[in-house]
C-alpha cells in the first residue's frame, strides 16, 4: 500500500498520463456535442466537422428550448422533471413503508410478501412492458404523467435497501421508543425517518437518474409531442426519411438533458457518499 | 413511587419454559437488583416489568396494578439500557425530553425538567451535542437523565454498566446508587456482576436457570447462601466446595445426623476463601500442593489442588508469607464457618 502511495518520477507521470488520457477518451464526444450546438447546420454537415466553438451558442440553445423540432425542450424539461420526481418520491416513500412493515410488524404472511416484493426485481420495466402497456391503456392513462409514473414505482431495490437499514437499528431503540410512548407511528416519523435521511439521499440520486433515463416506457405510452419527455424526445427529433436532420438543435438539445442529473449528482454528492459508505449508529 | 409484586411469573418463548413462577415483593423506594449468570432469565424478568416482553402466566403489579396487559407507556417506568439506547440523530436536550414531548408535557415545564436533570447529573454543557460527540460515561448519564424527567414510580435498569471500563464502572455504581437513593424511586436493576449487585443492592434476587434462588440483603446472601448455585456465585473468588463425605473424620462437621445422597442428608459442605487458613501438618484439615498464589496486594488468593485433585482457593492478607508455589500446605477451618448444603443443592438448616 504505502508503495503505491509513494510512487515518484516517471511512475507517477505515466499514470497520470493515462488517466488524462481516459478523461479526453469520455469528454470528447461531449466535447462534440458542445462544438455542435455551436454551429449553423451547413458548417456540421460539410466535412471535416468543426472542433472550434462557433458563433451560434445563443441562438441554438433559444431554438431549441422554445421551439425545439416537434416540442419545444423547455416542455420536454418539464415533462422529464415530472416523471423522474414522480418517480423518485413514489419509489422512496412506497418502499419506506413497505419496507417499515416487513420488518417491524409480525403478520400473516410476511415473508411471502416480502419474496414477492423481491422477485419483481427479475421482472424489469422492459420484461413486462407489454401487459403493463394493456393495463395502462385499459385505464385509460396513455399520454399522462400518472401513465408515465405509476408502472415504474413499485421497487424492490429500494424495499430492500431499506429492510436491510432497518435491520441494522438496535432492538433497543425501538422499546426505548415504547418505554417514552411512542407508537408505531410516532417511532417512523420522529426516529426512523430521521435515522435514515442519507440513505434516502443516496436513494433519490440513483432513482431521479433511473427516472430521467427512462426510454422505452415514455417512447411507448406518449404519443402525442406535448408529453415527450426528453431522453425519448430526442429519438423523436431525428428526421425520418430525406428530412434534413437538425442537428445543432438535437446537440443543444442533449447536452441541456444531461444538466439535471448532473446537477443532481453535484448538489447532493456529499449525502450522497456518506450515505453509500457509512450508516449512524 | 411504588411497590411492585411478582407472583408465580412465568415466562415460555413456544414450549421451552425460560422463567420458571418468581415470587418477590420489592418495597416502595428499594433498589433490588437482580443476579445472575446469562441465560438465567434476569433480563427476561426485566422486560417482562417493562412490558416489552409477554407474561405468559402469573402476574406483575405495580403499585396497585396488575400491569400484565398494560403498554410500557402505560405503565409508569422508565428504562435504562445496556447500550443507551439514545436516539443518534436527536440532541441530548431532545433525547431527554421526547418522552415529556410525547406525553404531552408543556413547552416551558419539558425545559425546566430536563435543566433540572442535567444539572444533577453534570450534563448542562452538553445539551446540544449529539450521542456520538459524548464518551461513554456520558451517554450512560443522558440515558439516566431521559429516565429521570420523566419522574416514573420504577426505574428499570439492564446491565446499565457493561459497556464501560473498570475504572468508569465503579464510578458510576456509585451515583446510579446515591441518586437512586436521593429520588427515592423503587428500581430494578439487573446485572451479571456480582461486585455490582452486593455494593449496589437493598436487597438481591439471585436468578439460575430461571428460577429465583433467594432474595434477601446482600450479607444475607453472602453470609447464608441458601443454595450451592448463590454461594459459588456472590462472592468473589467463589466458594469453595466439598463432598461432606471427607470431612467425616475430622469431627468439624457438626449437628448433622446423616451424611450421603439421601433427601435431607448432608452432601456438600461449603467454605469461604477467607475461611481457611494454612497451619501445621498436626492441626490439617485438608492437605494439598499449592499450585499459584496470586499477589493483588491487600490480599493473596492461593489455589490448593488437595490430594485428591480438587482446587481449593484460599485468600490471606496480603502481608503474610505465602509458600513457595509447588510445595505441600495444610488448610484449617473452623465449623462454624462451614456451610451445609443437601444433595439437592439446598441449604440444610443450621
Given amino acids: ?281 | 413511587m411504588a411497590k411492585i409484586g411478582f407472583s408465580n411469573v412465568r415466562k415460555s418463548y413456544g414450549p421451552t419454559e425460560v422463567i420458571h413462577g418468581v415470587d418477590a415483593e420489592i418495597a416502595d423506594g428499594e433498589l433490588i437488583v437482580i443476579v445472575g449468570p446469562s441465560g438465567c432469565g434476569k433480563s427476561t424478568l426485566l422486560r417482562m416489568v417493562a412490558g416489552l416482553e409477554t407474561i405468559t402466566a402469573g402476574e406483575i403489579r405495580i403499585g396497585d396494578r396488575v400491569v400484565n396487559d398494560l403498554e410500557p407507556r402505560e405503565r409508569d417506568i422508565a428504562m435504562v439500557f445496556q447500550n443507551y439506547a439514545l436516539y443518534p440523530h436527536m440532541s441530548v436536550f431532545d433525547n431527554m425530553a421526547y418522552g415529556l414531548k410525547i406525553a404531552g408535557v408543556p413547552k416551558a415545564e419539558i425545559a425546566e425538567r430536563v435543566a433540572q436533570a442535567a444539572k444533577m447529573l453534570e450534563l448542562e454543557p452538553y445539551l446540544d451535542r449529539k450521542p456520538r460527540q459524548l464518551s461513554g460515561g456520558q451517554r450512560q448519564r443522558v440515558a439516566m437523565g431521559r429516565a429521570i424527567v420523566r419522574k416514573p414510580s420504577v426505574f428499570l435498569f439492564d446491565e446499565p454498566l457493561s459497556n464501560l471500563d473498570a475504572k468508569l464502572r465503579v464510578q458510576m455504581r456509585v451515583e446510579i446508587k446515591t441518586l437512586q437513593r436521593r429520588l427515592g424511586v423503587t428500581s430494578l436493576y439487573v446485572t451479571h456482576d456480582q461486585v455490582e449487585a452486593m455494593t449496589m443492592a437493598d436487597r438481591i434476587i439471585v436468578m439460575n436457570g430461571g428460577n429465583a434462588e433467594q432474595v434477601g440483603t446482600p450479607l444475607a446472601v453472602y453470609h447464608k447462601p441458601a443454595t450451592v448455585f448463590v454461594g459459588g456465585f456472590i462472592g468473589s473468588p467463589p466458594m469453595n466446595f466439598l463432598q461432606a463425605a471427607r470431612l467425616q473424620a475430622s469431627g468439624l462437621l457438626r449437628k448433622v445426623a446423616e451424611v450421603g445422597g439421601a433427601a435431607g442428608a448432608l452432601n456438600t459442605v461449603g467454605v469461604r476463601p477467607e475461611h481457611l487458613a494454612f497451619c501445621s501438618e498436626g492441626e490439617a484439615v485438608l492437605s494439598g500442593k499449592l499450585m499459584i498464589a496470586e499477589a493483588l496486594g491487600a490480599e493473596t488468593l492461593a489455589h490448593v489442588e488437595l490430594d485428591d485433585g480438587e482446587r481449593m482457593i484460599v485468600r490471606i492478607e496480603g502481608g503474610r508469607e505465602v509458600p513457595a508455589a509447588g510445595a505441600r500446605v495444610h488448610l484449617s477451618c473452623t465449623s462454624e464457618h462451614l456451610h451445609y448444603f443437601g444433595a439437592d443443592g439446598k441449604r440444610l438448616p443450621d
Avoid at chain 1, 51 to 66: K, S
Avoid at chain 1, 218 to 242: H, R, W
Fill in chain 1, 1 to 281: 500500500m504505502s508503495g503505491m502511495v509513494e510512487k515518484r518520477g516517471l511512475g507517477i507521470w505515466l499514470t497520470h498520463l493515462g488517466l488524462i488520457i481516459g478523461i479526453a477518451i469520455i469528454c470528447f464526444p461531449i466535447y462534440m456535442a458542445f462544438v455542435a450546438s455551436t454551429v449553423t447546420q451547413p458548417e456540421i454537415a460539410r466535412p471535416p466537422m468543426p472542433l472550434i466553438p462557433g458563433p451560434h451558442l445563443i441562438d441554438n440553445y433559444t431554438a431549441a428550448l422554445t421551439r425545439g423540432v416537434n416540442s419545444p425542450v423547455l416542455l420536454m424539461l418539464f415533462n422529464s422533471s415530472v416523471m423522474a420526481l414522480g418517480i423518485t418520491i413514489g419509489k422512496i416513500v412506497i418502499s419506506i413503508i413497505s419496507a417499515y412493515a416487513i420488518v417491524y410488524f409480525r403478520f400473516p404472511f410476511r415473508m411471502a410478501f416480502f419474496w414477492m416484493i423481491f422477485l419483481t426485481l427479475m421482472l424489469p420495466v422492459e420484461v413486462r412492458i407489454v401487459p403493463t402497456y394493456e393495463v395502462v391503456a385499459g385505464f385509460g392513462m396513455l399520454n399522462s404523467y400518472t401513465g408515465l409514473i405509476l408502472p415504474l414505482v413499485a421497487s424492490a431495490t429500494a424495499t430492500f435497501l431499506f429492510r436491510q437499514f432497518f435491520l441494522t437499528v438496535p432492538d433497543e431503540l425501538i422499546e426505548a421508543a415504547r418505554v417514552d410512548g411512542a407508537g408505531p407511528v410516532r417511532f417512523f416519523l420522529d426516529i426512523l425517518l430521521p435515522m435514515s435521511r442519507t440513505n434516502i439521499a443516496a436513494l433519490f440520486v440513483i432513482l431521479f437518474i433511473y427516472g430521467w433515463n427512462q426510454y422505452l416506457w415514455p417512447l411507448l405510452i406518449t404519443t402525442k409531442p406535448e408529453m415527450n419527455t426528453i431522453v425519448m424526445g430526442i429519438k423523436q427529433m431525428f428526421p425520418s426519411g430525406d428530412d434534413i436532420a437538425n442537428w445543432p438543435v438535437i446537440m443543444a438539445t442533449t447536452l441541456l438533458a444531461m444538466l439535471p442529473p448532473v446537477a443532481v449528482v453535484i448538489f447532493m454528492q456529499g449525502l450522497f457518499v456518506k450515505g453509500l459508505v457509512e450508516s449512524e449508529k
